[in-house]
């Protein structure tokens, strides 16, 4: 099993629609979780932390599953400048490196 | 706004020749890491640096690698004999804390090695 799978999309939605992004993750001890968005070529980006109780930021919810290793993140009323990847990202458990999923291709089209 | 930056942003080189990747992380940052991401792939650890000596390191951290912070400001990666297949994005991040942190990543420098 992979330490962190996402769907790699493309996910091609319209100006205004509502998406969900599914990840999984395989060490049960990762402590920390977090969705960061990432541009062509450029670095990735936080987006936002995720915690067990579910945090909203303005269109984005993210929600954490610790029983079933799941994590997710809704985006409302999808914008153009919204057209990314998202990355799913745990922690290494004991440590703090990051452990990266592959990328959720987004692609909000007008 | 805080940031890391890193230079150069594009470096190429001959394979077999080293390389010296900078970083400068955010000022009061206590732990530094390097990352690499191999062209439509994913992100991938390779070292986190703390007090001076390193805390964790990926097994694509081998010999050839070794990390270092010669100054109160600057975080460096070097590779002492770049292989075609170390040709990536190499991203610098910086934490306050341990675990649980946000990590704040660099811009980047794109290796090429021909």
């Known amino acids: 099993r992979k330490e962190v799978e996402q769907d790699p999309g493309p996910f091609n939605v319209p100006e205004g629609a509502t998406v969900a992004f599914n990840c999984t993750y395989s060490?049960?001890?990762?402590?920390?979780f977090f969705w960061y968005r990432q541009d062509c070529r450029k670095e990735p980006k936080l987006l936002m932390s995720?915690?067990?109780s579910g945090n909203e930021d303005g269109r984005f919810t993210a929600q954490l599953n610790r029983a079933s290793q799941y994590i997710s993140l809704l985006i409302r009323d999808s914008k153009l400048s919204d057209s990314a990847t998202y990355l799913c990202?745990?922690?290494?458990?004991?440590?703090?490196?990051?452990?990266f999923g592959t990328g959720t291709l987004l692609a909000v089209q007008p | 706004e805080p940031e890391v930056t890193q230079t150069p942003s594009h470096q190429v080189t001959q394979m077999g020749q080293e390389v010296i990747l900078r970083c400068v992380p955010i000022?009061?940052?206590?732990?530094f890491y390097w990352y690499r991401q191999i062209l439509g792939q994913k992100v991938e650890f390779l070292v986190s640096f703390y007090n001076n000596e390193i805390s964790e390191k990926s097994e694509i951290f081998d010999d050839q690698f070794s990390v270092e912070r010669p100054d109160g400001s600057n975080f460096t990666l070097k590779i002492r004999s770049t292989k075609l297949e170390d040709s990536a994005m190499y991203f610098c991040?910086?934490?306050?804390?341990?675990?649980?942190?946000?990590?704040?990543f660099g811009p980047g420098t794109r290796l090429t090695v021909l």
């Open positions: 000022s009061n940052h206590l732990y």
């Open positions: 060490n049960s001890a990762s402590q920390s």
């Open positions: 990202v745990v922690n290494g458990g004991a440590t703090n490196k990051l452990i």
């Open positions: 991040a910086s934490s306050v804390d341990r675990q649980g942190d946000t990590q704040y």
């Open positions: 995720v915690y067990s």
